[in-house]
């Protein structure tokens, strides 16, 4: 058995998980191959799908590209995540939505006007003060796309809406309640196969991103926690295969969902657990590849 590891540019972020996955699928006999996704690995031509990619048993997707993800499930590849999942979890409106529609608790959630003129008018704001009426301040403001921290916002005052709003509202963004209770702390649980793995807790005392900056400490999440049962209650109504699922928490102790992460790192995870995440993938893999044999 063999397979692909596609990684985006951004090689750096993506080292640990491609040493540990090769690491974990030798032992199980399968060799990888990495490609970095640098525009050369598809295209269309004459109205066909091109792929310039070898044939192999199954591809591990460590990236968001989803038109690439969408081309290669459309030539016949088996990737992990499907690209289905990965856009579900890469558009943050739309995880909330999905989430919403299954009785997940989360942080009130309002979705942002796209604005395409090149000049705000000041009846553009208008909505704004419906914003903080529906959700008070502080409030998050939050560009849909987005990794590690970037691209969220703790609003404080209108001035500071609308200004935020002037920056990003020609890109997807959402308005949340704020969640002061979980200042700097949130907690993440790990599932594959849909079944939770294990979990760990974070804090950082100097950012309300409990994964912003190097100032952040963690341990192990109890196996009681009630996050667990919620993350499971998640990946059995999602299906889902792999993914980390961000937790924030109410001033009661109970857990609301932030985020739902489709290509979840896990060296963190790895050392505070000392859970095997890489070879609990691979094993999966391996299974759901035999099985479709």
Do not use: W
Not at 168 to 190: E, K
Not at 216 to 233: I, M, N, Q, V, W
């Amino acid at each position: 058995m063999n397979g692909i590891i596609i990684v985006n540019q951004e090689l750096g972020h993506n080292e640990y998980k491609i040493k540990r996955f090769k690491e974990e699928f030798i032992k199980l006999g399968i060799s990888l191959d990495v490609f970095v996704n640098n525009g050369t690995l598809a295209s269309i031509k004459d109205n066909e799908l091109i792929v310039n990619l070898p044939k192999c048993d199954f591809v591990l997707y460590l990236d968001k590209d989803i038109y690439l993800a969408r081309i290669l499930e459309k030539v016949g590849y088996h990737l992990f995540n499907k690209a289905d999942f990965i856009k579900l979890c890469d558009d943050k409106a739309l995880t909330n939505i999905a989430c919403a529609s299954i009785g997940i608790p989360m942080p009130d959630t309002i979705t942002g006007p796209l604005f395409y003129s090149q000049e705000l008018k000041p009846e553009n704001l208008l909505f704004l003060d419906d914003v903080i009426k529906e959700l008070g301040l502080p409030l998050i403001l939050k560009r849909v796309y987005g990794s590690l921290g970037l691209g969220v916002y703790l609003i404080k005052t209108k001035e500071e809406l609308i200004e935020a709003y002037k920056e990003h509202c020609r890109a997807p963004i959402l308005f949340q309640r704020y969640v002061g209770s979980s200042y700097g702390v949130s907690a993440r649980v790990i599932i594959i196969d849909k079944e939770v793995v294990g979990g760990f807790i974070r804090y950082n005392k100097g950012d309300f991103r409990s994964n912003f900056g190097d100032n952040a400490s963690s341990r192990p999440l109890k196996d009681e926690d009630k996050c667990f049962k919620l993350a499971k209650f998640i990946a059995d109504k999602l299906d889902i295969e792999y993914a980390g699922i961000d937790f924030m928490f109410l001033e009661n102790g109970d857990p609301v969902m932030c985020e739902i992460n489709s290509n979840a790192f896990f060296e963190e995870f790895e050392k505070v657990t000392g859970i095997n995440v890489a070879f609990k993938y691979a094993e999966m893999i391996k299974k759901k590849i035999y099985e479709q044999e």
